[in-house]
């Protein structure tokens, strides 16, 4: 796509607000290096996929109107995770299937919402940030992504970092077991999936593990610093706005 975009509103995420503070500062880092302006909206919340996911689609559909609202006015809006995009991009048109008023404007924002990889490799056609970071990297592929449309996005960018080894990790698009709620109704299987996870990581023998959602470095890093091991969890916008390794 290649667009000359200048200004991009950031959707920081529940996730990066409450637990990850440090992914957004990357991600307006990240973007300012690239000669993009960020602004925050500072009304934005939850953009309602716990509620869509568990079912409650009419309190999903309320946070969503608020969502819409809150970015009405962005040109561009980026996310540093997969999840919330795809329910932007993926769900509201959908919930709000047959309203003249709210279906339009939700095709309207799904248009211009994207995902970070998707944004810089997609819409700034770019793959080389100007990144360095120095250690053994694997990557996590969140399950979102796909519904996205995505694939090698963030490999792409990792390939271009300056000092990073990177390592393919062995079975790599399998879930990690977070799935937002799916971890707190069926914790047996989510944590089942997620040791082997931890398991394939610790086998590639990277010191640093990334993905591109929180959720799924929440759920890993648990498990490795409950086994104590060593391995880093870094967002992929953490290591794309390193320039010092």
């Known amino acids: ?28 880092k990240l973007l300012r290096r690239l000669g993009i302006s960020v602004d925050f909206p500072p009304a934005q919340t939850c953009c309602g996929q716990p509620h869509f996911n568990s079912g409650y689609h009419d309190d999903a559909r309320q946070m969503a109107r608020h969502t819409l609202q809150t970015f009405a006015r962005a040109p561009v809006i980026v996310a ?3 999840s919330c995009a795809a329910m932007i991009k993926v769900e509201y048109p959908q919930l709000f299937l047959g309203d003249r ?35 053994k990297v694997t990557y996590h592929m969140a ?7 995505l694939s090698n996005e963030p490999e792409r960018l990792l390939s271009q970092v300056r000092g ?14 977070f799935g937002g709620s799916f971890s707190v109704r069926y914790p047996g299987i989510s944590g089942a999936m997620v040791c082997d996870k931890v398991a394939f990581i610790e086998k590639s023998g990277a010191d640093t593990v990334t993905a591109t959602d929180a959720g799924c470095l929440m759920n890993i ?25």
């Not at 990177?166 to 077991?177: H, M, N």
Request: proline share 5%; hydrophobic share 45%.
């Open 1 to 28: 796509m290649n667009l000359p975009v200048q200004r991009v509103a950031l959707l920081v995420t529940c996730l990066g607000d409450a637990l990850f503070p440090d992914v957004g500062v990357a991600t307006v």
């Open 80 to 82: 540093p995770s997969g």
């Open 101 to 135: 008023i709210w279906h339009p404007r939700a095709v309207e924002m799904a248009n211009r919402t994207f995902e970070l990889s998707q944004f810089l490799v997609h819409v700034l056609g770019v793959e080389d940030v100007g990144a360095v970071y120095r250690g």
């Open 143 to 149: 399950c979102h992504l796909r519904g996205l449309g």
């Open 164 to 177: 990073l080894e990177y390592i393919p990790l062995e079975r790599a698009d399998e879930c990690c077991g």
């Open 221 to 245: 890093a648990g498990r490795l610093r409950r086994q104590g091991s060593p391995i880093r969890v870094r967002h992929l916008a953490e290591i794309l706005a390193s320039d010092e390794g």
